[in-house]
């Protein structure tokens, strides 16, 4: 069964996520997207990983900023998973491709691989994703393009999953419940 989180920055949504995948299971991995560039991004992960380490032996983490469908192929049947976050995925793997040209086809060939890992996922899969489109118009045609792919990745992964929240100050609100699927 696969979950999403979705929120703006700040909105609370991992502390959420990770309550939510420590009640479906007492054990899970702990998949990082994120990379500590400087010394806010590195402060953030250490607080991060402070708060994990308060729940004890419940977390192990891997850290994967661009194979993240992969990871999953390879989880699955064995771990609960919980990936955080699949915005800041995205973006590593838009900021991947050097040959302007060749992105918008390759990062779109990556959102379907990610689509067929989460589709095939066997056991628990919790994921977190961030409300990119809701802000202003980005002025650089870059920034455009992210723009775009998150918010069709986030339909696209909605569509499959089970269960999805919205996190808005602080506060979870279930946009698709299980029982939508019966
Ligand atoms: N590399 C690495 N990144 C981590 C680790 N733990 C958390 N992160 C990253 O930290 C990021 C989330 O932190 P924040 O930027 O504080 O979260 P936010 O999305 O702004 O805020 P909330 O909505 O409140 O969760 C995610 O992208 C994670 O990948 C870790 O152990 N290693």
Same mark, same amino acid.
């Given at each position: ?10 909105? !609370? ?6 309550? #939510?995948? +420590?009640? +479906? ?56 998973? @919980? ?6 995925? @995205?973006?590593?793997? #838009? #900021? ?9 086809? +390759? ?15 066997? =056991? ?10 809701? =802000?202003?118009?980005?002025?650089? %045609?870059? !920034?455009? @393009?992210?723009?775009? +792919? %998150? =918010?069709?990745?986030?339909?696209? @992964? %909605? ?24």
């Amino acid at each position: 069964m696969s979950i999403l989180v979705t929120g703006g920055a700040r909105s !609370g949504k991992s502390r959420f996520a990770e309550r #939510l995948t +420590l009640s +479906l299971a007492g054990r899970a991995l702990y998949v990082a997207t994120g990379q500590a560039f400087d010394e806010e991004m590195k402060e953030r992960i250490a607080l991060h990983q402070r708060q994990r380490a308060m729940g004890g032996e419940a977390w192990t983490t891997v850290e994967e900023p661009l194979d993240v469908p992969g990871l999953l192929e390879r989880y699955s049947g064995k771990e609960t998973v @919980l990936v955080d976050c699949l915005t800041l995925w @995205l973006s590593n793997v #838009l #900021l991947s491709v050097e040959d302007a040209k060749d992105r918008q086809v +390759l990062v779109e060939h990556e959102i379907t691989r990610l689509e067929h890992s989460v589709r095939s996922f066997q =056991g628990i899969l919790v994921m977190v994703t961030n409300e990119v489109g809701d =802000g202003i118009v980005p002025e650089y %045609a870059l !920034g455009r @393009l992210y723009r775009d +792919l %998150a =918010g069709r990745m986030n339909a696209l @992964l %909605a569509r499959h999953c089970a269960q999805v929240f919205l996190v808005t100050a602080g506060i979870p609100i279930e946009l698709k419940s299980r029982e939508y699927l019966l």
